[in-house]
């Protein structure tokens, strides 16, 4: 069987998830390639690869590019007289299932997808029916058993040629991203987390699931000797240290400096980053940690965002990134519901304070199935019909309680914020006008221009390309991205309007 694994996009950080299954469907004999629709004629290769299955990976942002997509799957098909299984997995059919009768799929994949895709290319073979496999939902099967796959040690390492075929330049950066552990046990209210565990657990199901150091290491030897140059490595995970030191960490932080000898980035929060984690993340060669103040007000954070974490708590974390020299990349969200405008200057006096390396700062972004935009619904502040395909840390606030200035207001802070985190104390009057001023396409190229030096330069430092030409379009790429943001609200208007087209021809 050949698979045509669909992602929207690709950055510096990878699609882990395609790159997992892909390995596992190659490693049964199978066939896969990758298809970016930001990069890719999606008809040309159609053509080249005649695929079996179209495995669309999205989280909810993405919905209407690949509906865009999914006609161009099936006019194809219709051309030239295949049958093409649909599938779509990821974040957004995990959390909206709608989508199954929305896009008139074939399945989705809810969860965990690594034992699931081996079932579904085995019936999809033989001509079976894809009903009763655990975890994927069909339209006459739409609540699936639940699974969780266990030991990770179990899964094939990361097929990283998918990628490199696909985006060959990518290669050239020299990050690698691993995963060391699935799961989170936080109740953040912005996150998916909470909703996947309230959904998965029961049943004897073990949510938080990591794999040996045996295992990471042989992965990460096999990838700086098969993937060169590997100047820096991300780890992929939720969270890499739960709460305290343990002995996986304390056998990390002896073998790894040991046996690979490279910087890492990893996640953590604050409530985690205690004086024993912070020696033994520096002992094995950590560089930065993405730790995030997500408010600087306590209300907020506390009881809006259920973060658990007293102001003391987060200066001691931030305190002991300075002392230890692990550069945090620290983000603060703006517009969160049930705010105001002058606690979004709060927040970001708060970051200030906290002095990390790479601060950022977004827009709340209603993502459906998580517990905030619930709440955002419940005061009265958000739609609850409101349209996801436009969400956006980098757009202005969906939430009707801001004025449109506000919301302006919020903007340019996300812009601007990092900037001036750096400068001295004296500048935020400078900063509260500059807010003010119709200057948005401006200040959106400095930010993620900053935003793109910060992650240079602070959070994965001496990654880099080695040559000039590959160094400006890694920056190119970067800026791209992240402002990508606004043409999904071009997509969305293009999908509202064939679909309206499509009712207006109608019989």
Known sequence: MKVLF???????SEPLGIMQLSAIVKKAGHRSRLAVLSKHNLTTILDEFQPDVVAYSTMSPHEAKFEIADRTVLAWCERRGRRVFRIMGGPHPTYFPAVLQKMNLDAICIGDGDNAILRVLDRVAAGESVDGIPNIATPTHPTPEKEIVEDLDDLPWLDRDILYDADPELQLVGIRSVQTMRGCPHKCTYCFNHAYNRMFKGGGRKIIRRRSVDSVIAELKSVVANYPVVRFIRFGDDVFVIRDADEWLEEFAERFPR?????????IRANALDEKVAQLLAKAGCRSVGMSLESGVPRVRNEILKRNMPDEVMENAFRLCRKYKLNAFANTILAVPGTTLEEDFQSWRFAK????????????????????????IELGVLDKDYDFNIVSVSTESMLN????????????????????CHLPASFEPILRAAVKLPLTRFYNFIGYVFVTWMLSTKVFPGAHPRSAKAILKSVLRSVSFFQNADSRREVADRVNIASQDAKEIAP
Request: aromatic residues 18%.
């Open 6 to 12: 669909v992602a929207p996009d690709v950055f510096f």
């Open 259 to 267: 046996e690979i000898g490279l910087p890492f980035y990893c996640l």
């Open 353 to 376: 304070r906290m002095d990390p390396a790479a601060p950022t700062f977004g827009i709340f972004s209603p993502y459906p199935g998580t517990e905030l935009t619930d709440y955002a």
């Open 401 to 420: 309680n801001y004025t449109p200035a506000e919301k302006r207001q919020q903007l340019h802070l996300a812009y601007l914020g990092g900037i001036f």
